[in-house]
């Protein structure tokens, strides 16, 4: 049984001489140069409890792809690609993890221009199909990719990044309207062959709507555990370009989102490999 992530991760900061530029989305962030891929041993230190562990938890015949989606705004997408992406970086020596900004606002590419470590890293996803991007990212030497999409139903980043990924995730919001919108994405996920989970975020503590979102999310069947409550440390880190993993690592939201990371981790580890993405079409893989 794996060991949850210690509360006394730590990521090691990255520290560029001079200022680091801004990556303006849609553009190849500078770290993704030719040098860059040689130094694909510059990475976060191990934490004391993935000591043991190996170097990654996942087979390296292809990159595994998570795809946070929902047709709704505001329910926290770019936060939680943030957090799980800065879990699974802290999680294993040698485990690299990149993130794309799918949605046209930016917002993922904003908090990593605010970081000052590289790691996650952005990446570009503008250049050209998705697909292809996913080849270069395994040749990059990546493990594990995160994909940031816009909200919306139906449309063309959806169905490709859908389709590409080894699992999708729901975020949702406790609100009736938040819950009422996740049944698109998972229609869609169905309809490309993919599983999914759906997630409750910014969940009010022991309140009543939050109770009453996890049973209907459960007779849904596909809540993924533990919900991430509304705690003002999350946006706070945010905000500094850091998640609350490393601004508040012994807090209650850090563990939250520790042991989110660890089910999506358990989750996807045990999904077989899909082949080489070859169409970015949104149908049934036979």
Same mark, same amino acid.
């Given at each position: &049984?794996?060991? !949850?992530?210690?509360?006394?991760?730590?990521?090691?900061?990255?520290?560029?001489?001079?200022?680091?530029?801004?990556?303006?989305?849609?553009?190849?962030? !500078?770290?993704?140069?030719?040098?860059?891929?040689?130094?694909?041993?510059?990475?976060?230190?191990?934490?004391?409890?993935?000591?043991?562990?190996?170097?990654?938890?996942?087979?390296?015949?292809?990159?595994?792809?998570?795809?946070?989606?929902?047709?709704?705004?505001? /329910?926290?997408?770019?936060?939680?690609?943030?957090?799980?992406?800065?879990?699974?970086? &802290?999680?294993?020596?040698?485990?690299?993890?990149?993130?794309?900004?799918?949605?046209?606002?930016?917002?993922?590419?904003?908090?990593?221009?605010d970081r000052e470590s590289t790691h996650p890293q952005l990446v570009s996803s503008a250049d050209r199909p998705l697909a292809q991007e996913l080849r270069a990212w395994r040749a990059d030497g990546f493990h594990l990719a995160i994909l940031d999409c816009p909200p919306g139903y139906a449309n063309a980043i959806h169905k490709e990044a859908i389709a590409l990924s080894n699992l999708v995730l729901v975020p949702?919001?406790?609100?009736?309207?938040?819950?009422?919108?996740?049944?698109?994405?998972?229609? &869609?996920?169905?309809?490309?062959?993919?599983?999914?989970?759906?997630?409750?975020?910014?969940?009010?503590?022991?309140?009543?709507?939050?109770?009453?979102? /996890?049973?209907?999310?459960?007779?849904?069947?596909?809540?993924?555990?533990?919900? /991430?409550?509304?705690?003002?440390?999350?946006?706070?880190?945010?905000?500094?370009?850091?998640? /609350?993993?490393?601004?508040?690592?012994?807090?209650?939201?850090?563990?939250?989102?520790?042991?989110?990371?660890?089910?999506?981790?358990?989750?996807?580890?045990?999904?077989?490999?899909?082949?080489?993405?070859?169409?970015?079409?949104?149908?049934?893989?036979?």
């Open positions: &049984m794996e060991e !949850p992530l210690s509360p006394q991760c730590r990521m090691t900061a990255h520290i560029r001489s001079g200022p680091r530029p801004r990556h303006t989305q849609g553009q190849t962030p !500078p770290h993704r140069s030719a040098r860059s891929r040689e130094q694909v041993n510059v990475g976060p230190r191990v934490c004391p409890s993935a000591r043991g562990q190996h170097a990654h938890p996942f087979r390296r015949t292809s990159v595994k792809t998570i795809a946070l989606a929902a047709a709704k705004g505001g /329910v926290g997408k770019t936060t939680l690609a943030a957090a799980l992406a800065t879990a699974a970086t &802290m999680s294993c020596r040698g485990f690299r993890v990149c993130i794309a900004d799918l949605d046209p606002q930016g917002s993922l590419t904003e908090w990593w221009n949702t919001g406790p609100g009736p309207l938040d819950l009422h919108a996740v049944a698109s994405t998972a229609q &869609m996920a169905e309809g490309a062959g993919k599983p999914f989970r759906y997630v409750l975020n910014r969940a009010v503590c022991r309140s009543r709507i939050a109770g009453r979102a /996890v049973e209907e999310l459960r007779s849904r069947g596909g809540l993924l555990w533990p919900p /991430v409550h509304n705690r003002v440390q999350i946006s706070a880190a945010m905000a500094a370009g850091l998640t /609350v993993l490393e601004t508040k690592p012994d807090s209650v939201a850090a563990k939250e989102l520790s042991d989110l990371w660890q089910a999506v981790r358990r989750l996807i580890d045990g999904i077989p490999e899909q082949p080489r993405a070859r169409s970015t079409g949104g149908g049934r893989r036979s």
